[in-house]
């Protein structure tokens, strides 16, 4: 099979194309890898919705000259400075002629005018939002995608299959397996969770169909491996099914969201429904949440949507009012107790201990915990709006089919438990002239308050300063709160963040920021309040339009338990990181580009031994401007002391897949991916990646064991666009 593989990617090694979609691939590429920098290398979490976002107004333009910020502020690409300017200087002299007019707004550089071209048009009249029925038929665009995602070395869960490699496989407890080709054995292992009850293939498929931004419509459909497919526990075939109908721009109604979708208000306090991009990054101005409101959910994650039905209704030039309704299945840990009701009628309660949140059924003890609890979701958001000022009121109630009753420890006793929680607060933000001020305050039904506010400022046109103050009480609870913190939630947590971003000229840019925090109550691994702080800085520098090279440190101090063997309570002590990156990009040629990274860190907990680790790799992308035919190769060295001390890189991957592995221990990574476009509208790609360790004969543990050294994958992917 390896080489098979490496026999395709040979065959279309040619010369590429240089876009997908027409977008700048390398665009797309360094917004994700500076949105997930703060997303700890989670190889599961989905960032689908960023591309949808770009390839949206790749295909459906954002017109300068009549837009919002709102809208500007979907691209996730400019700062609320440069969104600000823009808007001030067409009030101020009316509409833009031509896009080359941007080179005269502060802020809008020619590297920011080249990033975003692709996205944004100037029009002398708005667009019409109305089409007929034929006309959405005849210029509306269909796709249709199919992918299969493989491991090429078997894992422990599959030892029950075929072997095509030969390897000997055991148990979990570490004896040879008993005789597989006995369907009785084989049952009992499924039935005491030793073995996967599917196959190793992760499957997937989309249709969707979208004209302009008024009309979306379509379905998701996805089995990860080890899950059953039309057979056993999965007879519908697959694990997750998601589908949507959205619509936008229909008479008063801004947007009609019906089956799957998102909501995002305000900052992210009081409700927030999928990932938020906007946080600790070299991004340093980037530190604002802008909210889009409904959105339609095209993405797999099985747990960070909605379904059911919401509007956004204009009541007025300046007002309008949205209102949600959502009831879905979560999988959680449960438990059943039965007792009885007042009339003395036997009854079973539901009562679980936390949410299953990773999206696996391949077991049978997963599969118990799927669906296991129920979700009803009710809320509205009001907003008044101006051209540079709005203000929002959000509420929100979540009621869940059973009594959340955690597993309570010292650090967790103040989190929500119970059956319903509702949460309101209120948002604003406010654009004058060089000054975006923003911010949201929230309070949960038990009273627990939680606020953050900051400002961002052009103090002139080569420097821009940000700042933000976060308090987050320990009591809040916000289920559906995505905000600006260093935790993983929003509570229990003060701060204050501050950034700064100066561009003498076109070639030299410096960003960077400095956070200091303070978590008043205990935290998991933490016995005490505890501080900290995190400071970046990074020099950019870009010659010529085919080079760019910046320099990065990066250093975060923290508390966290001693992992010395002490007796009572675990003393704190400090953890310090520091990683060093060196990243240059150049271009060979019009079709040839190269990517050069060497990234060093620094890890320390208390007084246990300093523990390094290293990454250098080196990145070939070539893409001619006609062909048929792209091929990305990475080829990377590492060696890390510790798991501390991984790093983590992100990789480029087929359109709608994304991957930030981490790299630990001693080895070696490569990978190469090729993209071939045999006829109009039809892409295909292939993509085969290996990670060889030089200091492990056993890779991963449990059900995900692989012997031997090698970790590698295959993964195909067929686009259909009409």
Do not use: C
């Not at 600006?484 to 840019?509: C, D, K, L, M, V």
């Not at 090279?549 to 007796?567: C, E, I, K, M």
């Amino acid at each position: 099979m390896r080489s098979v593989a490496l026999l395709v990617l040979l065959v279309l090694s040619g010369a590429l194309s240089a876009q997908v979609d027409g977008i700048p691939k390398d665009l797309i590429e360094q917004r994700i890898e500076a949105a997930v920098e703060q997303l700890g290398g989670d190889e599961s979490i989905d960032l689908t919705n960023l591309f949808e976002l770009l390839a949206d107004r790749y295909n459906d333009p954002i017109d300068l000259n009549h837009t919002t910020a709102e809208e500007l502020n979907t691209l996730l690409l400019l700062s609320d400075l440069q969104v600000s300017t823009l808007l001030s200087h067409i009030k101020r002299n009316g509409r833009l002629l031509s896009i080359y007019e941007l080179q005269s707004i502060n802020g809008w550089d020619v590297n920011t005018i080249a990033m975003v071209r692709p996205f944004i048009t100037v029009r002398e009249n708005p667009l019409g939002s109305n089409a007929s029925f034929k006309e959405i038929l005849s210029k509306g665009a269909h796709e249709i995608t199919l992918r299969s995602t493989m491991n090429i070395e078997e894992r422990r869960g599959f030892q029950h299959r075929t072997n095509p490699f030969g390897q000997e496989y055991f148990a979990p407890d570490g004896d040879a397996l008993p005789d597989l080709d006995n369907a009785n054995v084989v049952d009992s292992l499924k039935r005491n969770n030793r073995i996967y009850l599917g196959s190793p293939y992760r499957i997937y498929t989309r249709y969707r169909f979208r004209y302009r931004q008024n009309i979306s419509f379509g379905f998701t459909a996805e089995k990860d491996e080890g899950e059953e497919f039309f057979r056993g526990t999965q007879p519908n075939g697959f694990d997750f099914y998601s589908a949507h109908l959205f619509l936008r721009e229909i008479g008063r109604f801004k947007a009609i969201a019906v089956g799957d979708y998102s909501a995002q208000f305000g900052q992210g306090l009081t409700f927030w429904n999928g990932l938020a991009f906007a946080a600790k990054s070299s991004f340093s101005m980037n530190v604002k949440r802008n909210a889009i409101g409904l959105a339609p959910y095209t993405s797999v994650n099985e747990n960070l949507f909605m379904r059911g039905v919401a509007a956004t209704y204009a009541l007025g030039k300046r007002w309008e009012v949205t209102g949600f309704y959502s009831n879905k299945k979560l999988d959680g840990n449960v438990s059943s107790v039965t007792g009885t009701d007042s009339l003395g009628t036997a009854i079973e309660e539901v009562i679980f201990s936390s949410f299953q949140e990773d999206g696996f059924h391949r077991t049978v003890r997963e599969m118990e915990k799927k669906d296991a609890v129920d979700e009803r979701i009710i809320g509205g958001h009001l907003r008044y709006k101006r051209s540079t000022f709005s203000m929002g009121v959000t509420g929100a109630r979540v009621d869940f089919g059973g009594e959340l009753s955690r597993n309570l420890q010292a650090y967790n006793q103040f989190d929500f438990q119970g059956r319903n929680n509702t949460t309101i607060g209120t948002d604003w933000n406010l654009l004058y002239r060089n000054l975006t001020w923003f911010g949201e305050v929230a309070r949960s039904a038990n009273g627990g308050l939680a606020m953050n506010t900051g400002a961002v400022v052009a103090l002139d046109k080569r420097v821009s300063m940000s700042l933000l103050l976060r308090d987050y009480r320990r009591d809040f609870h916000g289920l559906y709160s995505v905000a600006f913190a260093e935790g993983t939630n929003p509570w229990n947590e003060r701060g204050i963040y501050t950034g700064i971003e100066i561009r003498p000229n076109r070639q030299w840019s410096f960003n960077g920021y400095f956070d200091q925090f303070r978590f008043p109550w205990l935290r998991f691994q933490t016995d005490a309040p505890s501080d900290g702080f995190d400071w970046l800085a990074q020099l950019n520098w870009k010659p010529s339009r085919g080079v760019e090279l910046y320099a990065r440190v990066r250093h975060q101090d923290r508390a966290r338990n001693t992992a010395d063997d002490v007796d009572g309570i675990d003393p704190l002590v400090r953890v310090e990181q520091t990683n060093y990156r060196v990243n240059a990009t150049y271009k060979v040629s019009n079709s040839v580009s190269l990517r050069t990274r060497v990234e060093t860190v620094d890890f320390q907990r208390g007084t246990a031994p300093l523990r390094h680790g290293v990454l250098i790799y080196q990145d070939l992308v070539h893409r001619p401007l006609s062909s048929p035919l792209e091929l990305s190769l990475r080829f990377a060295l590492f060696d890390t002391e510790s798991f501390d001390a991984r790093l983590f890189a992100y990789e480029s991957e087929l359109i709608g897949v994304f991957a930030i592995p981490p790299y630990y221990g001693r080895g070696i990574r490569w990978y190469a991916m090729a993209h071939l476009t045999p006829l109009r509208g039809v892409d295909l790609w292939v993509r085969y990646g290996a990670f060889i360790y030089q200091d492990q004969d056993v890779i991963s543990s449990g059900l995900q064991e692989i012997p031997g050294n090698t970790r590698s994958d295959l993964k195909l992917q067929l686009r259909w666009k009409f």
